[in-house]
């Protein structure tokens, strides 16, 4: 698919969300947040929602902590448009609450058709919510900036997860973690699969020389 049709459906699926009735968010949100970028960015940044003002405005992570993410990405040398942004969910919760489980579940036909389009070679999780759709029975204190293998929807991915923005500006601790996962990203973009398939699997002794090794993700 050339960039002009990635466009293309890009824009199919961003008039799509801004339609969508297919969870309750939609009926207290001013808008839906599609997401935007680069539809062949090598980077995808997944957060869990809109706050006020992305409902305002449409796009993701505009507000401080899309303010503190846009810094930090630009402290790599990077510009935002060259990565591409969203969320797990792309109405607003009420109040800021956390995203239910079936709003994401119902959000995921868009999340799914975004990571398809763009066919990154890394996501990076933002928060514990986007971090659980890839990476199942972790916390995000432990997991964080490890560069990881996940099979998602029977296709293999690079997912690194991160603390979410809006965290790190709540907490000086979290604020400096933030920034030091954030250094170890263009290593991990220039990275093969198959060099971080070592540090991810764990082969474990065959117990009475039964059966062959097993292979756990860890």
């Known amino acids: 698919m050339t960039k002009e049709e990635k466009l293309h459906q890009l824009a199919i699926i961003s008039d799509e969300v801004r339609k969508c009735q297919r969870c309750?968010?939609?009926?207290?949100?001013t808008s839906g947040v599609p997401g935007e970028g680069d539809v062949d960015a090598k980077v995808m940044f997944i957060g869990e929602g809109p706050g006020f003002n992305e409902d305002k405005q449409g796009r993701p992570f505009v507000g401080q902590a899309g303010k503190?993410?846009?810094?930090?990405?630009?402290?790599?040398?990077?510009?935002?448009?060259?990565?591409?942004?969203?969320?797990?969910?792309?109405h607003r919760p009420p109040e800021n609450r956390?995203?239910?489980?079936?709003?994401?579940?119902?959000?995921?036909?868009?999340t799914d058709k975004i990571i398809e389009l763009v066919e990154p070679k890394v996501i990076v999780?933002?928060?514990?919510?986007s971090m659980a759709k890839f990476i199942s029975g972790a916390t995000i204190s432990k997991v964080h900036g490890q560069a990881r293998l996940s099979n998602y929807k029977g296709r293999?991915?690079?997912?690194?997860?991160m603390f979410h923005p809006a965290a790190a500006l709540?907490?000086?601790?979290?604020?400096?973690?933030?920034?030091a996962d954030f250094k170890k990203l263009p290593e991990v973009v220039n990275m093969s699969i198959d060099d971080l398939v070592p540090p991810l699997v764990k082969k474990e002794e065959?117990?009475?020389?039964v059966g062959p090794n097993q292979m756990n993700l860890i």
């Open 24 to 29: 309750v968010l939609f009926k207290a949100a």
């Open 68 to 90: 503190l993410l846009t810094e930090t990405i630009e402290s790599l040398g990077w510009k935002r448009p060259d990565v591409f942004i969203t969320n797990v969910v792309r």
């Open 98 to 110: 956390d995203p239910l489980p079936e709003e994401i579940t119902a959000c995921d036909v868009w």
């Open 125 to 129: 999780t933002l928060g514990r919510f």
């Open 156 to 161: 293999q991915y690079v997912v690194m997860p």
């Open 170 to 179: 709540r907490a000086g601790e979290m604020m400096s973690q933030f920034k």
């Open 206 to 209: 065959p117990k009475n020389d």
